[in-house]
């Protein structure tokens, strides 16, 4: 499948309906991606540092919500432990499909293994490393703290969280973010109705948490080490170490 540029918003729609990871989502993901999320490509162009500081031998990664698999793809070509797997998970047939594909394509010997799932459900045990980016903004709230809790308790003592989210700030710092985040979107070329169907789209979809509440949640889950360590306007990362 090629990858095209992301036009799904450029022109007037009669009904906006809720934002879905489909084929012609799937289309667009990387254009997308990286012209709405700022920091996406520093971000992940980072995971290698993370990966050799925490990743142990003998153990398993998670790519949760993996997508099309930029963290996936990235790790495997930054593993030098021993004996290390990766599971990528997504509840999207359409992106799993399309990750397949890359990952086909990939050089890497690193084994990876490819799951259509919802990531609540799934087993997660001897994991070094668990990313999750831009994923539990998509769980429904009362189902978040459950599943870091299965992550706490799937990860082995020095395992580490990533945790990368958009983020909910108080006024006046919301708008201000807000502004700044359009503008960014703006400098690559979307327009504002693209920005205003987009927004409505994600409206009820996307449920962003405060920084406050990201950290008392990992708490809550089982986490003392939490440290932000990323941030390019109202998009962040933690590292959860346990």
């Known amino acids: 499948m090629s990858q095209a540029p992301d036009q799904i918003y450029s022109q007037p729609l009669e009904a906006i309906t809720g934002f879905v990871f489909d084929q012609h989502v799937v289309r667009v993901f990387r254009d997308m991606i990286g012209r709405s999320v700022p920091g996406y490509a520093t971000l992940v162009s980072m995971l290698p540092v993370l990966a ?16 099309l698999g930029a963290a996936t793809l990235t790790l495997r070509h930054s593993i030098t432990q021993n004996n290390v797997s990766i599971v990528a998970v ?8 399309q990750c397949k594909n890359y990952i086909e394509q990939d050089k890497s010997s690193v084994p990876v ?13 001897n994991a070094s490393m668990v990313i999750m980016n831009f994923t539990l903004q998509f769980v429904s709230p009362d189902e978040r703290l459950a599943l870091l809790k299965k992550i706490y ?18 006024e006046p ?26 927004r409505s789209a ?37 590292l959860a170490v346990k």
């Open 173 to 198: 710092q919301q708008a201000w973010m807000t502004q700044l985040h359009h503008t960014f979107k703006k400098l690559n070329g979307y327009s504002d109705l693209e920005i205003s169907q987009k």
């Open 202 to 238: 994600l409206e009820n979809v996307l449920i962003a948490d405060t920084l406050e509440q990201h950290q008392l949640r990992l708490q809550q889950a089982g986490f003392k080490n939490i440290l932000p360590w990323f941030q390019c306007f109202n998009f962040s990362s933690l």
């Open 90 to 97: 997504d509840n999207s047939a359409a992106m799993i499909a």
């Open 153 to 170: 308790a799937g990860l082995n003592p020095g395992g580490v969280l990533v945790l990368s989210e958009k983020l909910l700030f108080d």
């Open 52 to 67: 050799q500081q925490y990743i142990q031998d003998n153990s398993r990664c998670y790519d949760l919500g993996c997508s």
């Open 113 to 125: 293994e490819l799951h259509c799932a919802d990531i609540c459900q799934l087993e997660i045990s």
